[in-house]
């Protein structure tokens, strides 16, 4: 019989490839006519996208909300029970792949699915278990890297779910803002440390909105770039 199994965390980081392109302007001789003067909206809007933070126009009403005193986390009692010590290996990894899928998310799905194929624990062994969290699937792979009483393995999770209230209650705690609203759709999909695309967050700072990207962390807790 396995007892419960080591496991050594390891998250797939994904970087993003940046690069940067200068467009090289040619010169020519002689003089040129001055273009036509921006408006004074045009100015304003180049004077925004250059500061990046404040003067933001969210695209609806920034939300009400507490401000949490503790930073928020997943609340591992809103998790279903976990397998007993002599549950089969598979029934073990696929609840850690919950409980990991969730702590990224950082909030529980109560209608969230996980299954992992039989896994017998032999040494070389790789399986990959799957993650239902609010519609989406998400992948949690392991290698067995020895066998016997104990079962060592590395893990991957290539992705993590992002969720916008959850997003949201971590904007207000880290600014103290009761005012917030994060534009993205109600989950999205993030690798570890890396942006979330397609998210902008919003928020009350002394009668002054200002926007923010996000990002997260190995772990999956969001961070702020104007936060």
């Known amino acids: 019989m396995l007892a419960e199994a080591v496991r ?13 392109v200068l467009a090289l302007a040619g010169c020519a001789g002689g003089a040129q006519e001055p273009g036509p003067a921006p408006s004074t909206e045009q100015a304003a809007l180049a004077e925004e996208e250059l500061s990046g933070a404040s003067g933001a126009q969210p695209p ?16 591992e009692d809103e998790l279903p029970d976990e397998p007993a010590d002599d549950a089969p290996l598979s029934e073990r990894i696929a609840f850690e792949a919950l409980e990991k899928i969730s702590s990224f998310a950082m909030t529980a799905d109560p209608d969230a699915e996980y299954t992992c194929p039989d896994i017998a624990g032999e040494e070389g062994e790789s399986a990959t278990c799957t993650v ?10 392991v290698d067995i890297e020895s066998s016997g009483f104990i079962v060592q393995y590395q893990q991957d999770m290539p992705e993590g779910p992002v969720v916008r209230e959850a997003v949201q209650e971590q ?19 993030a690798a570890p440390e890396a942006e979330v695309e397609d998210a902008t967050c919003f928020y009350d700072d002394g009668g002054e909105v200002r926007r923010t990207g996000v990002s997260v962390g190995t772990y999956g807790v969001p961070e702020f770039d104007d936060a």
Request: net charge negative; charged share 35%.
């Open 8 to 20: 050594i965390p390891r998250f797939a980081l994904v970087p993003a490839a940046a690069g940067a």
């Open 60 to 75: 609806g009403e920034l939300e009400q909300g507490e401000v949490p005193e503790e930073r928020p986390e997943l609340d």
């Open 132 to 141: 239902t969290f609010m519609g989406e699937e998400f992948d949690y792979s």
């Open 171 to 189: 904007l207000r705690y880290r600014t103290g803002a009761e005012k917030v609203l994060c534009d993205m759709d109600e989950v999205v999909r």
